[in-house]
């Protein structure tokens, strides 16, 4: 696609239950990212993939956050036992596969846990 | 460690006037710098970059230069409009640690007429 779509844009959760947060990267681009952004904590890095792998998983705030990558393409986040604490904007962002290269974000899935 | 320091937001400004937003930055190599905007109800947008000392980085009137010797990347436009309204983003990138972007915390721009 034209840029890095993601989907659900916004998603409403009851404390406990899991979620699946998709994102599907430009085409082509072989480097994908996962940031929260939440109110007080500005933009957080959560993982980094290059093609299937994850390198660099540093930022995943427990062990109830999971990512994986198919393909080398689509990315799913997945939040098991939400809390209200994980209530933010998920960000996916991708980038081809040469460091420095011009990172392109999508527009984030807004989740809510009540 | 890495990390951006911002001013602190909201700014207010008329239309036309001077825009300054102060970034510094910390670093343990020599990093690529960038300013990302965020439109309202919109995602991060890339708005500028530079990758070395002494670049300027320019785009849509907005301009940041690179100073090494002070570790700031300060974002300036000459006159800015009600359209520039946006949340913006200083944000640092080192070779060497993966591709992972580190940002400030934002700064809120609100033009009024």
């Known amino acids: 696609g034209a840029g890095v779509s993601q989907s659900p844009s916004n998603k409403v959760t009851e404390k406990g239950k899991d979620v699946e947060l998709r994102c599907d990267p430009i085409?082509?681009?072989?480097?994908l990212y996962w940031y929260r952004q939440s109110l007080g904590q500005g933009l957080e890095f959560l993982i980094y993939f290059q093609g299937n792998s994850a390198p660099d998983k540093s930022g995943l705030p427990s062990d109830r956050f999971s990512a994986e990558r198919t393909g080398g393409s689509v990315s799913t986040l997945t939040i098991q036992r939400t809390q209200q604490e994980d209530s933010a904007v998920y960000l996916c962002a991708s980038s081809l596969v040469s460091v420095g290269n011009t990172i392109y974000f999508g527009e984030g899935s807004w989740l809510t846990v009540v | 460690g890495n990390s951006v320091t911002q001013m602190e937001g909201p700014v207010t400004l008329s239309e036309e006037a001077f825009l300054t937003i102060n970034c510094t930055y910390t670093?343990?190599?020599?990093?690529?710098l960038f300013w990302y905007v965020q439109y309202p109800g919109e995602g991060l947008q890339l708005l500028l970059k530079a990758t070395k000392a002494d670049d300027k980085g320019s785009n849509k009137g907005f301009e940041a230069t690179y100073r090494k010797e002070t570790t700031s990347f300060h974002l300036e436009k000459g006159s800015v409009q009600v359209s520039d309204s946006a949340v913006y983003f200083c944000a640092l990138l080192l070779t060497g640690g993966g591709n992972k972007l580190t940002f400030g915390t934002g700064t809120q721009l609100k033009v009024e007429l």
């Open positions: 085409s082509g681009h072989t480097a």
């Open positions: 670093a343990t190599g020599y990093p690529s």
